[in-house]
């Protein structure tokens, strides 16, 4: 498939491989996970982000479980490739040159995928300027609002500047990247040469323009105070928004939505929930996934190799998984554990033994993932280890810097694991990022996620642990409703609706317990056969959807190409 046009993506963060630490989390991955399948499926994809030279930081926490953040030293130019065309933006009246550095993608059959990372750091450049695609959500509002200016506006100028003049659509991966809409309708009215926009270029933005949104937590939707996008983008960009303002902000989410055809939410129900917070505006769903073969551990790529041949370039193969030997799935996932329990004690010497039920917590240490949940009932679980067997447990994740909420529950962990000790090994395990990722999704035996409904858009990391043979015992929100089949691919916690004016915690607490004591651990210890077939379960039902091939092509169908 060699099509002419090509599609622009852009985001924030992006993925793209371990040693390079331009993502926070959830969007980043997944950003990545979406260009690694572009590639395997050679569709004509160019990314763009920011070099984020400081990195997302690197997490220290210290004896009392506070999180500390220092900064990740690495080199752009180990990596990448320096490009020779600039780019500039206005930023309140200073131009402010660009340069891309290349990062390439390469699909299964060798099929290149362009990021370019833009970089601000140049001699020619104010001294305060040089620093601004340094740190991924650091600084300011003002910091933020010029990283999104260079991410939208000096995008699609680099884009223009390394040749690309052939793109068809523009794919904003969250309201971060809405600015280029403005860029896009500055060409078409001088494609025109008019200088007002008429209708006819807003129907020539919106037929370019597709936006996906990733969280109905309102922190996630920037909002700027219209004085300051005025100081710093200055006209004639800002007449063109200025309609959009409400409440003195233009907010990047409805930026995107006004001059954008397609939308979607990331699962089914998020696309729900974004028609009710986005009325006037038809808005689709397509859900997540991840990309298959980066997220299948070592022993689970030979065991698809020899009973799956092909299942890199067709995930859907993945389904044929019933036909394993539930032994073979076993030992696969022994030797991922084995690999991973190992890791653990060498990190933290807390002597876990990889024959006693793990169960893992990673992800983002935000509020609303509720994170602790699983100990909140310290007595419980005690009682539930006293009667059913041995449990242990593994938590990592980072809190964004800014958020006390988030560091106050690494805290809580912290404090619950002298608590729980010795009957129950606990240990949290700092810098969650890309490699941890691989080896914690494969390697525990129940994957968790506790999430306030709705607030998790969608979810991804159950995902990496379904390809891997991890059943997911998780609250019914985001991917996880259309995954779970009870006691097949894993367990709900609670009910799929909140209670309407009880305690949604008090609730999920005691569903989570009830079983945990009365289903999973007495089938972990007394049923192994039954286990290891929701695990071969987990592979074929789960493994076989939610990857990034089956939503690439959505996405061709649905916004790309049509
Ligand atoms: C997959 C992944 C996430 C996303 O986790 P959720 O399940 O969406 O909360 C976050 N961080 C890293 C490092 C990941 O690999």
Not at 187 to 216: D, M, W, Y
């Amino acid at each position: 498939m060699d099509l002419p046009q090509r599609v622009a993506y852009f985001s924030m963060e992006i993925g793209l491989q371990s040693a390079v630490p331009t993502y926070s989390g959830g969007l980043g991955i997944l950003a990545g996970d979406t260009l690694r399948a572009a590639a395997d499926l050679e569709v004509p994809v160019v990314a763009i982000t920011l070099v984020h030279r400081k990195g997302y930081f690197y997490q220290k926490i210290d004896e009392t479980g506070m999180q500390h953040a220092e900064p990740v030293e690495w080199s752009p130019d180990d990596f990448l490739e320096e490009m020779t065309p600039r780019a500039q933006v206005t930023l309140a009246g200073r131009e402010v040159n660009i340069r891309a550095w290349r990062y390439a993608i390469d699909g299964i059959n060798g099929y290149p995928v362009p990021v370019y990372l833009l970089d601000t750091n140049l001699e020619e450049n104010d001294e305060a300027d040089r620093s601004l695609t340094d740190r991924l959500y650091g600084g300011d509002l003002h910091h933020r609002l010029r990283q999104e200016i260079i991410l939208g506006i000096g995008g699609v100028r680099m884009l223009r500047a390394l040749g690309y003049n052939n793109i068809n659509r523009w794919h904003m991966n969250e309201g971060h990247a809405s600015f280029l809409t403005l860029e896009v309708l500055q060409e078409e009215l001088e494609k025109n040469g008019n200088s007002k926009p008429t209708e006819q270029e807003i129907n020539a933005v919106r037929e370019q323009c597709v936006f996906t949104t990733h969280t109905p937590v309102p922190a996630g939707h920037d909002k700027f105070p219209r004085e300051i996008v005025e100081q710093e983008l200055g006209s004639p960009q800002i007449d063109n928004c200025r309609k959009l303002t409400t409440d003195g902000k233009l907010n990047m989410t409805d930026l995107a939505l006004h001059f954008s055809h397609y939308v979607n939410g990331v699962a089914k129900k998020h696309g729900e929930v974004s028609r009710t917070m986005f009325s006037g505006y038809v808005i689709d769903s397509i859900t997540n996934g991840v990309h298959a073969a980066t997220w299948t551990s070592p022993p689970f790529h030979d065991l698809f190799d020899k009973h799956i041949p092909g299942w890199r370039e067709d995930n859907f193969a993945l389904r044929s998984a019933l036909g394993i030997h539930r032994e073979e799935i076993w030992e696969a996932h022994m030797t991922a554990k084995r690999t991973f329990i190992d890791a653990v004690n060498r990190l933290t010497n807390a002597g876990m033994d990889a024959n006693v039920l793990t169960l893992g917590f990673a992800r983002r240490a935000a509020t609303y993932k509720r994170a602790d949940l699983l100990v909140s009932d310290i007595a419980r679980l005690k009682s539930i280890v006293a009667t059913q067997g041995p449990i242990q447990i593994v938590y990592a994740g980072k809190a964004h810097p800014a958020d006390g909420g988030g560091k106050d529950i690494i805290k809580r962990i912290h404090e619950a694991i002298p608590q729980l000790a010795p009957e129950i090994k606990m240990v949290y395990l700092k810098n969650y990022g890309f490699s941890l990722g691989q080896i914690m999704t494969a390697g525990v035996d129940i994957w968790m996620n506790t999430p306030r409904r709705p607030m998790e858009a969608s979810g991804t990391s159950g995902m990496k642990a379904a390809l891997n043979g991890v059943p997911s015992f998780s609250v019914l929100d985001g991917w996880w409703i259309e995954g779970c089949l009870e006691g097949v691919t894993g367990w709900s916690i609670g009910e799929e609706e909140p209670p309407e004016d009880g305690d949604e915690s008090a609730g999920d607490a005691q569903s989570l317990y009830e079983k945990l004591e009365h289903t999973i651990v007495p089938m972990y210890y007394k049923e192994r056969k039954y286990f290891a077939s929701i695990m071969r379960q987990c592979i074929a039902l789960n493994g076989s959807f939610f990857n990034t091939h089956r939503m690439m092509q959505q996405y061709v169908l649905n916004a790309y190409f049509c």
